[in-house]
């Protein structure tokens, strides 16, 4: 049987307790993690675990100071080529890894481990929370934690004892994602069917309100992801790639 009540009930948590999550634990959660899938297991990632406080402060400023970039743990899941680069190098091994094929792979394999992570920890009953930050300012993420080449900031998961009342999110319904065989796009009706549920919420209506918008879209087109914000950080980062050392 699945776990309906469990799967469904999980939430992101942007509110931690002061206490610092135990390193030894958060080592096992990590060492468990580690047997999630990944690309000709090869382990395309490395893992920074901040809990100092000087450096979580720089390190909050380049997440523009979100709630939940205050957690006392940050943990920064990076796409890795330089490890198994090097380790080719010192084995008589010719490595091609510095191109973007190389770095998908990366980034897939550092973000299912993400994953996987905090299935783990939010199991044994942390709070976490992505912040997807991590790509807006990766050089200077980079510089903070000391990454040589080949290896990109790709997610950050805050991490923490949650300090915050429980509310789940909502989720589309299933007919907005799930094709049968092929895709067969929705027609119009179909697709603002799915998203009625979402824009009739009152927390949605109220969002909508205090930015001084008329539908909820223009909150996520005009206010969270505008365009300019997605383009000057989509240039930041592929030019960041390209200087360390990922052709594009
Ligand atoms: C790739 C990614 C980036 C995210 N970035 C942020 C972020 O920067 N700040 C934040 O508060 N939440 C962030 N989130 C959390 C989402 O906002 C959250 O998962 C979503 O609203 C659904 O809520 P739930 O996880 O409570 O179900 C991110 C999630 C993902 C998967």
Redesign the pocket.
Known sequence: MLDEKYYKTR??I?RYKPQTPDAQLIDKMLELASHAPTTGNMQLYSVIVTTEKELLDKLAILHFK?P?SLAPMLVTFCADFNRTTRWAELSDANPGFGNFQSFIAAMLDATILAQEFVNIAEHEGLGC?????TTYNAPDIASVLGLPSLVVPV?TIAVGYPDEEWH??DRLPLESFRYKETYTPLTDDQLLACYRHREELPENQQFVADNNKTTLAQVFTDIRYPRNNNEQFSTIFKDFLIKNGFSL
Do not use: E, I, P
């Open positions: 939430r992101t942007r979100q939940a929370c992505y912040l997807g930050t997610v789940t999110s």
